[in-house]
């Protein structure tokens, strides 16, 4: 036996507005979804844009500031030594924040330290012979005169030559004091010899 049509299109339709009512209540969720999930990509780009900021702050007081203080102490125009150093070295903040010189590898900038001269007498000449030992390469330190070293040991040390403060090629090998004058002694005249009580000179 066979179901009344009206009760059979009444379940349809009941079947009808509930599958309705639970598609507007996943419609719903899905919406919510999609706003809580755009508001954590804003949040997470707001936060990104944030450390990103910092990192740039930190960079620029822990880096960029020193390394434009330090050639400028070194250099006489220190944008162009700047990009010449680049060829060759970069300044990195390590792992401990401290600004390291690498080359071009990414490995540490070695220098070398002038050894001191060891001298001996020469049976034949009776003059000390000057002999200099190797000097063992160590990294360099983010200092004027190690910047100094990679520069004057580098493939473009002669342009380095008439950047660096105090070459002989930048004009600074001259010697001399800023405002001495020389004072031309002014001489004295003799003195009158007194008169003598007797009447003699």
Do not use: C
């Amino acid at each position: 036996m066979t179901n009344p049509p009206d009760t059979t299109t009444e379940a349809l339709h009941n079947e009808i507005e509930r599958l309705r009512a639970k598609n507007a209540e996943l419609l719903g969720e899905l919406k919510a979804a999609k706003a809580t999930a755009t508001e954590a990509q804003e949040a997470a780009a707001a936060t990104g844009a944030e450390l990103e900021a910092t990192r740039a702050e930190v960079r620029s007081l822990r880096l960029d500031a020193p390394v434009a203080s330090l050639l400028g102490d070194v250099a006489i125009d220190a944008d162009l030594f700047g990009q010449v150093f680049a060829r060759h070295y970069r300044f990195e903040l390590d792992a401990d924040g401290r600004v390291a010189i690498l080359d071009a590898e990414g490995k540490p900038a070695m220098v070398a330290d002038s050894a001191p001269l060891h001298t001996g007498g020469n049976a034949r000449t009776q003059k000390p012979d000057a002999q200099q030992a190797q000097a063992k390469p160590r990294p360099a330190m983010f200092t004027a005169a190690d910047v100094r070293k990679l520069a004057e040991s580098s493939p473009d040390a002669e342009a380095f030559a008439r950047l660096l403060v105090g070459s002989r090629a930048s004009g600074g090998g001259a010697i001399g004091v800023r405002g001495a004058t020389a004072t031309a002694a002014t001489a004295k005249p003799d003195a009158t010899p007194a008169a003598s009580p007797y009447g003699l000179r």
